[in-house]
């Protein structure tokens, strides 16, 4: 089974999570915060992964440290999950609509971070947060899941559907990603980092 049990303990946040990338999409998301439960809900059904994670932060400040964290988390269940990476695709795009709105996200599991986040179209206040939650929540996954991670909001004018499309876009790219297509090591180098 490629799953991963993660658990973080700070004076900021105190997390637990399991993730399965071979599951069916079964959720259950509790960060305190309703609109990040609902964009991991759609992460985790979209790429078909079993998702079960657990966040009480520091809400009382807001909601930067929860995210921040969250994403550290699921990165590190992430990259160990697919341990040494051995036959999957590696490398996988997804675009997709909401109403009015259009996302891209393409991901390189390749073990090299880096983010690639242009977030200008999203309005400065979403569901109540600031905007940039999310750029920190997606920044902590890409590196501790030691992936290259390129988000392209290509239209829109709702932050709630920019966003719910990346997030779907970003399951539906890493299931592509992480499944085993291939034999031995996706890479030409015969090894990924």
Not at 81 to 87: F, N, S, V
Not at 114 to 129: F, S
Request: with cysteine; proline share 2%; glycine share 10%.
């Amino acid at each position: 089974m490629r799953q991963a049990t993660v658990a973080r303990t700070t004076k900021e946040t105190d997390i637990s999570l399991t993730l399965n990338l071979d599951g069916e999409g079964k959720v259950a998301v509790d960060t305190g915060i309703g609109f990040a439960d609902h964009m991991l809900t759609l992460c985790a059904f979209w790429a078909g992964f079993d998702l079960d994670l657990t966040c009480k932060g520091d809400l009382e400040i807001d909601t930067h440290h929860s995210l921040e964290d969250v994403g550290l988390c699921l990165g590190q269940a992430l990259a160990e999950a697919l341990g040494d990476k051995r036959g999957i695709n590696r490398v996988a795009s997804a675009k997709v609509p909401m109403d009015e709105a259009l996302a891209e996200v393409v991901v390189d599991l390749s073990g090299r971070p880096y983010i690639v986040y242009d977030d200008a179209l999203l309005p400065d206040l979403i569901a109540g947060d600031e905007k940039d939650v999310w750029r920190e929540f997606l920044k902590s996954l890409a590196y501790k899941a030691g992936m290259n991670l390129h988000v392209k909001f290509e239209y829109g004018q709702n932050g709630h559907h920019l966003l719910e499309a990346a997030f779907k876009a970003l399951g539906l790219a890493l299931s592509k990603a992480a499944t085993v297509g291939r034999k031995g090591v996706s890479s030409t180098k015969g090894s990924l980092d």
